[in-house]
């Protein structure tokens, strides 16, 4: 009984290698006497064997297990985002819808719950949809759940199945600009005073903003106080200016008083010149006479001793 299945298994393999390639079978089970399940490695070869295999003699029907059509459903979502947007979104990811948007309703009524589902056709080069979809809501942008049969974990940026969001090239941290890691696992350095990473941290620019602030307030309250100065110079210098005037107006008054009293001063001391120039001539005159007599003396004295010797 063993080796009449092992027959068959073997025959199958065969059958199925002839008319796909050698190794493109990935796996073969028993369901029932009659049933088998075929693994193949990729759609396309299981589309191969669609129109059925020729088996020891004997025709067998190949039903197709798996298809491209696939029920997606979006859960939660709020019921005033229209069906166009969750369209729209399914188009974007290079699928296309074949029958109506449809809301879920709460048994017995006609309240939605939220959930919306519909039935796409996936094209050969896309697998699989992103777990989560962003829609915008009344309370600011947020992430829903997307549901279909079949589904692979994806990457929510570019929906590649090869690698993660946190390693998409086009996802960086919004944190510290770099990939490979969320914002939440993020372990940069970050600045003391603003808690942000080095990379987005402005507080150096903000302490220099307002260090120049500080100098332009500083110099413009040098330049409004130089101002004032000159003001202040200005309005001495014009009453100085009217000093001076009044100051003229007095001294050419005090001359034009002062003519008749300068010319009797001159007179007076005319007069006291003379008197004193008299008496300067008058002493030469008594100095010169007196010199005269001592001379006349002094001969008549040695007119004298002349004759005693004599």
Sequence with gaps: MIQKQITVMMMIIKAVEEKTAIGKLYGLRKKNIFDYELTMENETDCEKLTDGLLIDGQFCEIQKLCTTERMVSFLHL??????????????????????????????????ADGTRFLRVKFPKEIMTLPYNARFDTEEGPKYFRVLHDQQLKTCRICASTNHEKKDCPQYVCRDCLEQGHFARDCQALRCQSCEKTWTRCTCESEEEGNAEMEMEVQEHMEE??????????????????????????????????GDKETGVYTTETETQQTTDNNGQIKEKECATASETADSRNKEEVSDEEADEIN
């Design 78 to 111: 709020p019921n005033y985002i229209k069906d166009n947007e969750i369209i729209q979104k399914l188009v974007d990811w290079g699928v296309n819808p074949i029958l109506p948007l449809r809301r879920r309703y709460y048994p017995g009524t006609t309240v």
């Design 224 to 257: 409004s106080s130089d101002d004032g100065k000159e003001d202040e110079i200005q309005e001495l210098n014009g009453t100085t200016e009217d000093l001076h005037k009044q100051e003229k107006e007095v001294r050419t008054g005090r001359e034009d008083n």
